[in-house]
């Protein structure tokens, strides 16, 4: 028997399942509200199987549909493109400071500390890519600089891959928490991420085409920054002008969060942005 140990989307979903099933969570959701929103959940179920008459045939596809979603390891990944997007709004309009979106299923806590200029581990096939040059300052909603404050980072390579989450990439790779300097300042050096398709392998890319969908999400960053006593921020940056932006799969694009780069002299791509943090007792 041969084994191919080729990359798959599928694998990626299951990758970000098992990440997901090391942690244990909890939520002290009162018996109250749990039974109101489950009954408004089985509400709104009931009203649309009135509505478009469900047969049953198709609610039998929904139940070999959903065991494979679970079997395929793609609830994180099925979960993040289409409800997330709803969880962040409602649990961030309280901050004045950059706006966060979506975290997605990929993010990795404890990327390798890197002093500002940092550049991302990256292999020779990335360093085909173009080179993509950010810097910018973390302050708080005062204006005042956070020293000391960390920018994680992470983003998929050219094929639409994230480290930790494919066999064939070295762990860490396009990864890293970059701290700021004494003003807080970082730059940091990775290539330009290319739009994204969620992966159309498995139950959840079936589902999209069924659909008539498209499986895209705009070229994006995603980006963790941290200080002491400030509320982190979960966020992403996209590209102005660039494809899928005003249809991503995943709905989790802001006007705030696009970078608009210039070419410098040595034809790298370079861009400001700063980020300001609410307090943590906002
Ligand atoms: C998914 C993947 C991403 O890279 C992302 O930013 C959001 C969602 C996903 O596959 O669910
Ligand atoms: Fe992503």
């Known amino acids: ?11 990626s979903g299951s990758a970000a399942t098992d990440n997901f099933k090391g942690e244990r969570f909890t939520a002290d959701t009162s018996p109250e509200r749990l039974s109101a929103m489950a009954s408004e959940a089985l509400a709104g179920f009931s009203a649309l199987i009135q509505k478009f008459g469900v047969t049953y045939d198709e ?4 139940k070999q ?7 395929g390891g793609e609830w994180p990944l099925l979960l993040d493109v289409f409800v997330e997007h709803e969880i962040e709004d409602v649990n961030s309009r309280k901050f004045k400071g950059t706006k966060g979106s979506i975290e997605g299923p990929y993010y990795l806590p404890g990327a390798p500390e890197l002093s500002s200029p940092a550049t991302l581990p990256m292999r020779p096939e990335d360093r085909k ?8 300052q973390v302050t708080d909603l005062e204006g005042e600089p956070l020293a000391g ?8 390579d050219a094929e639409g891959y994230y480290s930790g989450f494919a066999p064939h990439i070295p762990d860490w790779n396009l990864r890293g928490t970059i701290v700021t300097d004494r ?14 398709q969620i992966p159309t392998d498995g139950p959840t890319g079936q589902f999209i085409e069924a659909a008539g969908w498209h499986p895209w999400r705009p070229a994006h960053l995603h980006l963790r920054v941290s200080a002491e006593n400030q509320h982190p921020i979960i966020t992403q940056l996209y590209f102005a002008g660039g494809e899928w932006l005003d249809s991503d799969v995943a709905s989790a694009t802001k006007p705030e969060l696009l970078l608009n780069p210039h070419t410098d002299d040595c034809g790298r791509n370079v861009v400001r942005y700063d980020f300001t943090l609410d307090p943590l007792d906002a």
Not at 1 to 11: F, L, V
Not at 65 to 71: A, K, N
Not at 129 to 136: A, E, H, L, V
Request: charged share 15%.
């Open 59 to 62: 609610y039998r596809v929904l």
């Open 65 to 71: 549909w959903l065991i494979e979603v679970g079997e």
């Open 183 to 196: 003003e807080g300042r970082y730059e940091l050096t990775t290539i330009a991420p290319a739009p994204y």
């Open 1 to 11: 028997m041969t084994i191919i140990d080729s990359p798959t989307a599928i694998g």
């Open 129 to 136: 890519q173009t080179p993509f040059i950010m810097r910018g």
């Open 149 to 156: 404050s960390t920018i994680e980072l992470w983003h998929a």
